[in-house]
């Protein structure tokens, strides 16, 4: 899947989920980095490997539905591959 077909999904996944407005904050080789107003989230790169755009955006949902009662406003948050979180 193109870079930019990840990243466009990411965003509406995380827009639709949080109801807030996203955007990619940087362009790194490890991870997809995107903020908005209150929160802060990085996704592996190597995140979409092998998926469609739904399995995706699934596993977009899937990671933040399973972290939702840890993940609060103007917090980092980086996922790893498994979908594990760490706060910075």
């Not at 466009?8 to 955007?23: C, G, N, P, V, W």
């Not at 490997?49 to 980086?78: M, P």
Request: avoid cysteine.
């Amino acid at each position: 899947m193109e870079q930019a077909a990840v990243i466009e999904i990411i965003i509406k996944t995380l827009d639709r989920f949080f109801a807030s407005s996203f955007k990619e904050a940087q362009l790194s080789t490890r991870h997809y980095d995107f903020t908005s107003q209150h929160y802060d989230f990085s996704f592996p790169s190597t995140i979409a490997s092998g998926l469609t755009e739904q399995r995706l955006q699934n596993r977009v949902e899937n990671f933040l539905k399973h972290h939702s009662a840890v993940i609060d406003k103007n917090n980092h948050y980086l996922f790893d591959e498994s979908g594990n979180i760490r706060t910075s």
